[in-house]
């Protein structure tokens, strides 16, 4: 779990303005902003952004190139390089440092719009999902209930034992 130690839930609705700002719920905002008022940002999956606390997202980044790095230096990447340029290119377009503003207040960056595929003016889901702050596409958010729903008790049971 991440340094803070923070179990974010919750799910609401919120209106992106014309400006593409998002207001988060004060808690979310908190859990996932560090002292120096930084979040990442980052692509989850298409019409899903996720908003992490900036040391919690550098350190999981960093242990995943840690392992890639000590492949690569022992010659096993070798017949995947094609594999390790694709990975290097969605690191470097899939986050972001963005600030929190007061009210909880953040600007959606370009390039994220996009991926989120959603207008200004339109309502997104905010969701808290235990170690990060998501925001949805309501359309997306819902198909990924209706996928993930079924499977809860025996996924919660799984975790817990």
């Keep these: 779990m991440p340094s803070s130690q923070v179990f974010i839930q919750g799910e609401v ?9 998002l207001s988060l719920p004060p808690e979310m905002a908190k859990a996932v902003t560090d002292e120096d008022g930084n979040t990442i940002i980052t692509k989850e999956r298409y019409g899903c952004l ?18 890639i790095r000590s492949k690569i230096n022992a010659g096993s990447m070798e017949q995947r390089w094609s594999d390790v340029q694709r990975l290097g290119r969605l690191l470097a377009t899939r986050s972001r440092t963005v600030q929190i503003a007061n009210r909880s207040r953040l600007v ?7 991926f989120l ?26 198909e990924t209930l209706r996928e993930d729903m079924p499977e809860f008790g025996s996924m919660f049971k799984e975790l817990v034992v």
């Design 50 to 67: 996720s908003l992490w606390k900036a040391a919690d997202w550098q350190d999981r980044l960093d242990r995943g190139v840690d392992v």
């Design 108 to 114: 959606i960056p370009e390039g994220f719009r996009e």
């Design 117 to 142: 595929d959603m207008p200004a003016g339109s309502d997104a889901m905010i969701v808290g999902a235990v170690i990060c702050v998501e925001i949805w596409n309501p359309a997306a958010w819902l």
């Design 13 to 21: 609705r919120r209106a992106i303005d014309d400006r593409f700002r």
